[in-house]
């Protein structure tokens, strides 16, 4: 089992920086590729990056590559979202997951390999 807690959100204006966080419980937490998910009001839940649990092999969704960095200190259990040059299309709550077993040597994209979730954080970026 592993509780995640992001924190980090908050309202920006466009062009600004916020970076998130997410802390895991647990002693496996190096066992499991992380990712970063959000979703829209009236959108699905949708991919936004992830980083497997040998920190080498990362994954962005188009939308963010080159903008946002996901990074994971596992002497700390946790993984990170740097965003930068943020807009207003990034505005959504936020999730991180944890994805275990085979899946967690990449960086999946879907949410139905990730076994376990995070409650959220909400990220608004004003024009």
């Known amino acids: 089992q592993v509780q995640l807690v992001e924190s980090g959100g908050g309202l920006v204006q466009a062009g600004e920086s916020l970076r998130l966080s997410c802390a895991a419980s647990?002693?496996?937490?190096?066992?499991?590729?992380m990712g970063w998910f959000r979703q829209a009001p009236g959108k699905e839940r949708e991919f936004v990056a992830a980083?497997?649990?040998?920190?080498?092999?990362?994954a962005y969704a188009d939308s963010v590559k080159g903008r946002f960095t996901i990074s994971r200190d596992n002497a700390k259990n946790t993984v990170y979202l740097q965003m930068n040059s943020l807009k207003p299309e990034d505005s959504a709550v936020y999730y991180c997951?944890?994805?275990?077993?085979?899946?967690?040597?990449?960086?999946?994209?879907?949410?139905?390999?990730?076994?376990?979730w995070g409650q959220g954080t909400q990220v608004t970026v004003s024009s």
């Open positions: 980083i497997a649990r040998s920190v080498s092999i990362t």
């Open positions: 647990g002693r496996t937490f190096s066992s499991y590729a």
């Open positions: 997951a944890a994805a275990s077993g085979a899946y967690s040597w990449s960086a999946p994209r879907q949410r139905v390999l990730y076994d376990y």
